[in-house]
């Protein structure tokens, strides 16, 4: 069981141009890279004006807007409190946020189509190597040496250099982003008493899930086991997960196979992502 501060993690800018903008990154978590089970969880500060072009991906992602607001498509936005989940193969943008400050939550990992995620420090690699055959502006890589194509959507070209093949994106599940207002669901009660939940939503064949629970003060959430990644990030509160303390804005990770508790010392709310393992059965802990 993994818990990250963020006063345990320097912020830093993002040395990343092939989205552009000025960007500071907390990354909180990371998956093993190489693995099908590759994720990043960061926490990502934005001023001034940032655009992207329409483009999708091959990878799924969940945009938690902390403070601002996010846009993702002319007249869309992910607003202030708001959670957007971002298939793999579904367009969005062009993203154009304006100039006024805000902060992100963003997980990206592997997808239904099992095309896993490559990490940030492949991608770091690739834009310097690709700077010998062009150069990233907008979003796009204009190619001006070698070959391939001349102009090409950014994270297709990083994506392609890493991977020596041509990247085929799996098919469009989703027509558009799907975005939600948690304010907008009831808590329900869990068995567990003095915790609640909301359920925000289960995707594609993989079941991704997405929640959110909330502890009363001095009470104790017992998490089972299961086969899967839990990602959490707490919205607000403080309190103990097995032996280690976590305050406002911290990060979770339970591996597959992990049961853990989570005692809260005030009333604690945590956004808990849920995404289920590639790895075979046999290398989780979970018992059958």
């Known amino acids: 069981m993994k818990v990250v501060n963020l006063s345990d993690v320097v912020s830093r800018k993002s040395d990343s141009v092939h989205r552009g903008g000025n960007i500071g990154f907390a990354t909180l ?127 297709e070209a990083l994506w392609e250099h890493i991977n020596k093949r041509k990247l085929e994106y799996p098919p469009r599940r989703y027509q558009e982003p799907i975005i939600l207002d948690p304010t907008a669901f009831a808590w329900r009660a869990t068995q567990q008493s003095g915790v609640m939940r909301k359920m925000l939503g289960v995707f594609s064949e993989r079941e991704t899930r997405l929640e959110l629970f909330q502890l009363e003060p001095h009470n104790v959430w017992r998490v089972h086991s299961e086969h899967a990644t839990r990602i959490g990030f707490i919205v607000e509160g403080d309190g103990i997960c097995d032996g280690k303390s976590f305050t406002t804005h911290a990060a979770l990770e339970g591996a597959p196979g992990d049961s853990f508790q989570i005692t809260a010392s005030t009333s604690t709310i945590i956004l808990m992502m849920t995404i289920p393992s590639y790895e075979p059965r046999e290398m989780a802990h979970a018992a059958e």
């Open 29 to 155: 978590l990371n998956g093993k890279e190489g693995s099908l089970d590759n994720y990043w969880l960061v926490l990502a500060q934005t001023e001034g004006t940032r655009y992207s072009p329409r483009h999708r991906h091959n990878f799924d992602q969940f945009r938690f807007s902390v403070a601002g607001d996010l846009s993702i498509g002319t007249r869309k936005w992910v607003r202030e409190g708001e959670v957007g989940y971002f298939p793999e193969g579904t367009h969005y943008g062009p993203q154009d946020d304006g100039g006024n400050p805000r902060t992100s939550l963003v997980l990206q990992f592997a997808g239904a189509s099992g095309q896993g995620f490559v990490s940030q420090r492949q991608s770091l690699q690739a834009q310097q190597e690709l700077k010998d055959f062009g150069r990233f502006e907008g979003g796009v890589f204009y190619r001006e040496r070698g070959e391939g194509k001349k102009n090409q959507d950014g994270f």
